[in-house]
Nanobody
Framework: QVQLVESGGGLVQAGDSLRLSCAAS????????MGWFRQAPGKEREFVAA????????YYADSVKGRFAISRDNAKNTVYLQMNSLKPEDTAVYYC?????????????????????WGQGTQVTVSS
């Protein structure tokens, strides 16, 4: 069992930046691919970004490409999501998730069913 705890959300203005963190409870975190998803009120959960267990490969949703950056520090059992140039449409609850099967990083990363463990989420609100 892996517990994931997100932090770093908050209320910001359009154009601001935030960095989300997701801390894992087990050192085996370093062996998992990790992803970030988000869910806005009244909408379905959507993929944001994914990173391989080595941090050598990343993949982003088109809506955040060039603005968001996913990274990880395996020594700290933590994955990050740096969010720049935030827009009101980025408002959502952000979740991190762990993929223990470690299939390839790419379009398949967008499928939430591939992830085995999920955090509780952290709220990000961007005002215009």
């Amino acid at each position: 069992q892996v517990q994931l705890v997100e932090s770093g959300g908050g209320l910001v203005q359009a154009g601001d930046s935030l960095r989300l963190s997701c801390a894992a409870s087990r050192r085996t975190f370093s062996a998992y691919h990790m992803g970030w998803f988000r869910q806005a009120p009244g909408k379905e959960r959507e993929f944001v970004a994914a990173i391989s267990w080595t941090a050598g490969n990343t993949y982003y949703a088109d809506s955040v490409k060039g603005r968001f950056a996913i990274s990880r520090d395996n020594a700290k059992n933590t994955v990050y999501l740096q969010m720049n140039s935030l827009k009101p449409e980025d408002t959502a609850v952000y979740y991190c998730a762990a993929d223990t099967a470690r299939a390839g990083i790419g379009t398949a990363s967008m499928n939430g069913r591939r992830y085995d463990y999920w955090g509780q989420g952290t709220q990000v609100t961007v005002s215009s």
